[in-house]
């Protein structure tokens, strides 16, 4: 069984910064692919960031290019997300989740506030 858990959320102000983490338990040599996803009130979820295995680099929601970042440490064991220049808009509980092959993201974690104020 795969955990995931996010930290690392708080209320910041608007240009400030976070780095939120996703600490990942149990086996995971079968992930294909993690990402973190986002979600705010009244508004569905939507991915903000995906890095696979096979590549170099993570791929980018267009909203947050140039701003977020994100990185992993060896098999996965940790999962970053490193955000600057908040904006208002980028308040939402922030997710990761993974995925193996062939499969859709099914796996969760609880999730971690972000909220950035003016």
């Known amino acids: 069984q795969v955990q995931l858990a996010e930290s690392g959320g708080g209320s910041v102000q608007v240009g400030g910064s976070l780095r939120l983490t996703c600490t990942v338990s149990g086996r995971t040599n079968m992930i294909y692919a993690m990402a973190w996803f986002r979600q705010a009130p009244g508004k569905e979820r939507e991915l903000v960031a995906e890095l696979t295995w096979n590549s170099d680099a993570a791929v980018y929601q267009d909203s947050v290019k140039g701003r977020f970042t994100m990185s992993k440490e060896n098999a996965w064991k940790m999962v970053y997300l490193e955000m600057s220049s908040l904006k208002p808009e980028d308040s939402a509980v922030y997710y990761c989740?993974?995925?193996?092959?062939?499969?859709?993201?099914?796996?969760w974690g609880q999730g971690t506030q972000v909220t950035v104020f003016s």
């Open positions: 989740g993974r995925r193996i092959a062939l499969g859709r993201y099914d796996v």
